[in-house]
């Protein structure tokens, strides 16, 4: 039987995002790759794994049986990563679309001037988990909840504010803040795997009339800067991630987005108190938060 790591990968991978063309985006590949990997993996087994529609892809009963032992076998070989990783002497810590914004600077001098000999590395990933469950990073920042992912240990270690992404030439960049009623009558742009937006963020008056569904944070602000929609982020996202044609107004109205370090659990790193110390530092004041 030649069954291969990328093939199970890819399983997942469709699995989490509902269709092959939401997993090619995930892992970085073409949908034609995505397809050749899971009709490989479906030959290899001699079962079909995935019911194809139009629209959607549904898992087979087999496909669900399939499934948990395939996360299974790419949990062992993340922390087998893991293990390589630490022996490195590298603290490598992952993000989705901003690590910790204008903190992350300070945070970078003040581990390097107390850690010398463990370098602190950021590590961008369009995983859900921000690179921890494909063992490509030791902590991540996070600003969805997995607290639902019995793998990992979460901490509170901030907040921020939510900004808005406009077009440079929309009328709402000559405001130096919005409110999110401002934004309801614009096509709005949303991710849904790694983002922080989601109608609901709206309520209780009525959701945006159009919501645009994007990939990553580079398609997000593309669709942005040619005005073919706005968004709502964290203020990390607006001071790291500056873009021509981009303007970021901050919402008034609007809760702020908590900032988590997750880690896992059976597996933490041995300079994870340090790190959520500094970290917690950085954005203490104007006040600190307590898990």
Do not use: C
Not at 132 to 150: M, N
Not at 167 to 192: E, G, H, K, S
Not at 231 to 241: C, I, L, W
């Amino acid at each position: 039987m030649d069954l291969q790591l990328r093939q199970l990968q890819m399983l997942v991978a469709v699995a989490d995002a509902g269709t092959f063309t939401d997993a090619a985006t995930v892992v970085g590949v073409s949908q034609a790759s995505v397809s050749r990997s899971i009709a490989a993996l479906e030959s290899a087994l001699g079962v079909r794994l995935l019911q194809r529609t139009t629209r959607h892809v549904a898992l087979t009963a087999a496909g669900a049986k399939v499934l948990p032992a395939a996360r299974r076998v790419l949990d062992e070989v993340a922390h087998l990563q893991r293990t390589v990783t630490e022996s490195s002497g590298e603290l490598r810590v992952g993000y989705n679309w901003a690590a910790l914004g204008r903190h992350t600077r300070r945070l970078q001098k003040t581990w390097a001037a107390a850690h010398p000999s463990v370098p602190l590395v950021f590590v961008q990933s369009s995983t859900v988990s921000a690179g921890l469950s494909e063992g490509l990073v030791d902590v991540a920042v996070i600003r969805r909840s997995l607290d639902d992912d019995p793998r990992f240990a979460t901490a509170l270690i901030g907040a921020e504010r939510r900004f808005a992404a406009i077009a440079t030439d929309n009328v709402l960049a000559r405001r130096r803040q919005l409110r999110m009623a401002d934004l309801r009558r614009y096509p709005v742009a949303i991710d849904a795997r790694t983002g922080t937006t989601t109608p609901a963020l709206w309520h209780p008056g009525p959701p945006p009339a159009t919501i645009r569904h994007t990939h990553g944070v580079d398609e997000w602000l593309t669709l942005i800067a040619a005005g073919q929609a706005v968004g709502v982020t964290s203020e990390a996202t607006a001071h790291q991630n500056p873009r021509p044609g981009v303007a970021y107004r901050a919402v008034r109205d609007a809760p702020p987005i908590p900032v988590w370090l997750v880690w896992w659990s059976d597996t933490p790193p041995a300079v994870l108190p340090e790190l959520l110390a500094l970290t917690r530092e950085t954005y203490a004041p104007p006040g600190r938060l307590h898990e």
